[in-house]
């Protein structure tokens, strides 16, 4: 029977794992490092009753990825049906593992090796959370491209919105003020990336606002010019899935710490 901890905060993190020991030293990382708490399923029928029972509690499942009653995946499957943001815990790795999990359009991965991967899992988690509350806008005139681009910022837990142009991102971000992220492409009809770039440093700074370029054109002149004209950071297409989560989520990181700085100096100005 799944156990859980005493404490009942609105959010809690599943943890699927079917060692008590490991499982216990994973549920106590997380709760000594982070406001969550924790609830434990050793098998796969105690997750799915767990998921069944707490849906609307559970913020997060951190997942083994090979459990003795579901050695291929299938406790992430079933995190992922619901819903449910999953970090996966995998003591193997190779290129189909790797496949296999990014296809499931999962949170991270991380491998089971020592007591600084769960420093890395908790982390995760936390930005995760922070992630729901901030809303990104994609600016492409490409559709496909801003599928992409959607998806793997939806992984993330954000909140995204589209625009097809420069122009259309400027009205956007009129119309919703509270957007902290733009990721966008530099070649578009109407007005592109870098004058976007530029037109948006008029208001926001960088840690208001973090704006990632993308393009596949251009090389080390195109990331000097974007960052140039105010973009926190750079991708190059084609990227991966782990690059892109990766560094979008190190820019928030970045926009935090910068923000965290200047409320302790308001602070010590008694401002």
Known sequence: MALENETSPAMRVLVI???????????????????????WAGTLEEARSVVEEMREEIFVAVVDLNLPDAPDGEAVDLTMSYGIPSIVL???????????????????YV?????????SVVNAISR???????????????????????????IQNFQVLEAENGQEALDMLAEHPEVTLV?????????????????VRKTYKKDRLAIVGISGAGGSAMTA?????????????????????????QTMEMVDLVKELHECKRELNGE
Do not use: Y
């Not at 995998?90 to 991270?108: I, M, Q």
């Not at 990721?183 to 037109?199: A, H, I, N, Y």
């Not at 004209?229 to 990227?239: E, R, S, V």
């Open 17 to 39: 794992e079917d060692s008590a020991v490991q499982a216990k030293i994973v549920s106590r990382h997380i709760e000594g490092l982070s406001n969550f708490s924790t609830v």
């Open 90 to 108: 995998t003591a193997t790795f190779h290129d189909d593992v790797r496949d296999s999990l990014l296809e499931r359009n999962v949170a991270d």
């Open 111 to 119: 491998l089971k090796e020592s007591m600084v991967v769960l420093d």
């Open 128 to 154: 995760l959370f922070k992630n729901q509350f901030l809303k990104a806008v994609v600016v492409d005139d490409s559709r496909a491209a801003r599928n992409l681009v959607r998806t793997l910022l939806e």
């Open 183 to 199: 990721v966008t492409d530099w070649e578009m009809p109407v007005m592109d990336g870098f004058q976007l770039c530029s037109e």
């Open 225 to 249: 010019k974007f960052l140039k004209l105010g973009a926190n950071d750079f991708l190059a297409k084609p990227f991966s899935a782990e690059e892109f989560s990766w560094r979008v989520n």
